[in-house]
Structures are given as C-alpha cells and as structure tokens.
C-alpha cells in the first residue's frame, strides 16, 4: 500500500471532508466538555440544595444568588491545597489513577443524544450549518457497548486508588468497591439486553428513534428492566444507599483517603459527572431520550429541552434517594444484586424473548403471556422455599449470627 | 453496492470511533491540564509527618499491602460468567426477528446453563456473606 492510499483510508479524510464538518464534530466536542463540566458544577449545588431541604437545613446560601456559585469556589479553593503523595503509594499508579475516573466519565457521554427530532424518517438528523448532523458527538454502531465498556474501565480507576495508595483503608474501600462494581454491572448488562432487543439495535440514536411516538422503553419493556437498571446503576455510581465504598465510619474516605488536593478533586467531579452520564443514559435507554411533544417554536429547541427535563428528574431522584434511604449492609447489597436483580433481569429477559418471538410467529399473545408469568411465578416461588428451607437448615445447626 | 459507497460506509463506521477517540484526547488533555495547573500555582512546604500513611491518627502499623482474607474474588469469577453471556446475548438480541423461535430456543438454553451456574453457586453457599 502507498503512502497516497494509506492517506486516503484515513476516515476523517474520506468521503466529503471539508472545513465545516471538521468545524461541527470540533463545536460538538467543546460543546460536550463545556455542557458536562458546567451540568457537574450544577449537579453538586443541586444535590447539596436538595439533600438540605429535604433534611431541614438551608444548604449553600453565600456564594452567588442561592450559593450558586459554591461548587466554583470549592472548585477555586482546591487548587491552592497542597497535593500530597504518601511514601508508600506507588507513584506512577496512584497519579494515573484519576485519570481512569474522570475520562470514562466523559466519554459515555459522547454517545448520548441530546436533541433532534426523531418523530420522522431521518432518526434525529438537523441542518446545521448546512450540513446534516446527530445532535450527538458520536454514534457508533455498538453505542451501548460503548456504554457498559466504559463502566467497566472506571472500576479500574476506584480499584488501582485503592491499591496504590499502600494503607489499609483505602485498599479496603477499593476491594469492596470492585466487587460492588463487578455484581452490578451484571444486573445492568442483563436489563440492557432487554432494550435492546426491543429496539432491535445498539446505536443509542436507533434506540431512541425506536421511542418516538410514546413507545418509550419504560413501559415497552415492561418497567422492571427500568426499576433494576436504576437500582443497578445507583450501585455502579457508588451513591447512597450504596455507598459503601467511601462509608465514612468505616472505611474513613474510602478509595480516595490518601488523596488530596486537585487530585481528589477529580474524584468529585467523576463521581457527580458519573451521576450526570448515568441519568443521561438512563433517559436514552428508557424514558425516550430527547423525544416529547413539540408545543410552540422550532422543533429542534424542543428534543433539548426534553432531554432536560428528564435529566432534571433523573438527578432529583438521586439526590432523593441519598436523602431517604439508609446505607445497605454489606451482604444485604451482595444478597440484593445476586439473588435479586440478576435472577429477575434474567427471568424478565426470557419472557420478553418469549413475548417478541410469540407475536411474530403468530401465537396467542394471552396464553405466552400467562404461560410466561405462570414459569416467572413458579421460579420465584421455588427460589424462596429454596432460601427457607436453607434458612431453616442453619438455624437447626445452630449456625445462624 | 458499488465499491466507492462501500468504501464510504466503511469510513463512517470508522469517523465515529475517531471522533470517541479525539473525544478521549481531550478529555485526556483536560484532565492533565487542570492537575498541572495545579501543580503550578499550589504551595510545597514538605515535612515527613504529611506523608505518612492515614491510619486513624496513630502511625501506621505494617505495611498497607499486608495480607487479608480476600473474599470477593468469586463475584469476580461469577461476573465473568455474565460478562461472557453479554457477549453473545447482544449481537443476538438486535437479530431477534431473523432468527425467531429456533434462536430464542437456544439462547433459552444457554441462559438456562448460565442460571444453573449461578444456582450452583449459591446452592455451594459462595453468595452467602459470612
């Protein structure tokens, strides 16, 4: 191959590539980084508004109209802290690993789509600029891989803080951590199957064109791939009430209890970032993504201002759950995620096959309906004489605590 | 197909990987540059006590890598079960129609299999803390 056709692979150069393309994937990525730093900014002063109301106290009130402004003076605050970097750690890991926190933070949001009207033929593409674009930085055609992969790379950033920090606590909080992140992930791959067998695709625009019209994945899946997704996901997030990563009393800070300074600062912002991409995927995979009623003005306006709004619940749903519920127990959270959510996405899973599968070949939709409900049924019902009768076994000899 | 649309088709399914990767660039950059700005404008006053371990306030007793009764590994081992099983269920799931009842018959089976691994176990008590 000559240089001249090795040259003319290249993607970016392929196909009609002039300035303004280059321009608008450029727009969309200073857009993205600008939206996702600023939406974090908020997210901290909307939840520290929130978690304070709902406990009765007044929350940041100094900094700006309605302490608006708090998360940039801790933000300003940080940067003069000092950085230190204990004797034990190991240098090169422990430097390293905040980056694998905060960049997985970002790049699943580069596959979410934000706006566009998906209620036509074109699937969400706008004019602008005279070019037709995805109100979205990318779409490739495994999106929601993309998604699950990403996950996966940030328990490498919890995991390798923990390790390399050399001290006790933290590698404590780091072991927990990726055993919570690995139990979930399961339970929210499996949920995931179910919208994708739906939508019969893995473009997160494909995904969301599939819910125009009201067919939302909420309730095409049939809301409990939506409720073990959310629970799943609160437990990858590290957030109340499964934070017990970081459970102060005790495990100190967790992970992060040898950082300090800017470099803790990065786990905050991928924490709240994580919080902000997950709610976003969330609204993409389930409640319709950028889709809802166009009522006055141009409809592009509208798919954001939707996207929004949904966001808004999502987050206000987080901040509500870590100001309602109480920290899990350790094994409550393992007993929660194994014999829980991943028999019920799985069972769920079958019967949604069964369902799809059913109304193609022409059977009587009822009958696979209750037949399906009737095995899910059956399933549950031995699982739970199953854990009786073993409960029952062990307090006979005598072992239960 | 002629060969130019194919070659076209090709090249979109690339750009949007090299836009996630130029994504990942600058995140990259961002991240360095806010850690190196702070490297720039924070304060060094170095003393041996600050860079000693955090253990409760006393010094630290042992090394931090000493060694502990690790009892997660097996949920690591069992979510490699499930991680595999994405593997095939996705592609497959997107397919539903073309296969129809033969494909949800086998991958009926093959969730089967993977819930009797599970059900094994938790029967062996693995799931159980304590």
Known sequence: MTAASLLAADPLLAGKVDLAVVLIVALKAVIVLAFLLVATMLMIWFERKVHADMTNRIGPNQAGPFGILQSVADGVKVFFKEDLLPDR???????????????????????VPIGGNFSDADGGVIELFGHRTLLQLADPPIGVLLVLAMSSIAVYGVMLAGWS?????????SVRASAQMVSYEAALGLSTVTVVLVAG???TSGIVAAQHTWNWNLWATGI????????????ELNRPPFDL????????????????????AMYYLAEFMNTVTMSAIIVTLFLGGPNGPVLVGPEWLWGIVWFFAKLMLLLFTFAWFRATLPRFRYDQLMDLGWKALIPLALGWLLLMIAIRVGSDEGWNPILVMVVGVAALAAGYALLVLAGRTARRNRELAGAHL | MSAVTRFLAVSDF???????????GVAIALVAGILGLGSLIRPT??????????ESGVDPVGVGWSQAEIRYYIFALLFVLFDVEAVFIFPWATRLE????????????????LALGLLYAWRKGVLRWL
């Open chain 1, 89 to 111: 750690a190991d240098r090169f890991v422990f430097r390293l690993a905040p980056f694998l926190s905060v960049v997985p933070a970002f790049l699943t949001f580069a596959v």
């Open chain 1, 165 to 173: 920090s050399g001290s006790k606590y933290p590698l404590l909080g």
């Open chain 2, 98 to 113: 073309a296969y129809g009842t033969f494909g949800a018959v086998e991958m009926g089976i093959f969730i089967g299999i």
């Open chain 1, 245 to 264: 990563v970081e459970a102060e009393q005790e495990l100190v800070g967790g992970f992060h209890t040898e950082y300090s300074g800017v470099r803790f």
């Open chain 2, 14 to 24: 690339l750009r949007s990987y090299l836009t996630v990767g130029i994504f990942a």
């Open chain 2, 45 to 54: 006053r170095p003393q041996a006590s600050k860079y000693v371990n955090y």
């Open chain 1, 224 to 235: 409990v791939p939506f409720v073990v997704f959310l629970i799943a996901a609160t437990a």
């Open chain 1, 201 to 203: 695709t893995l473009t």
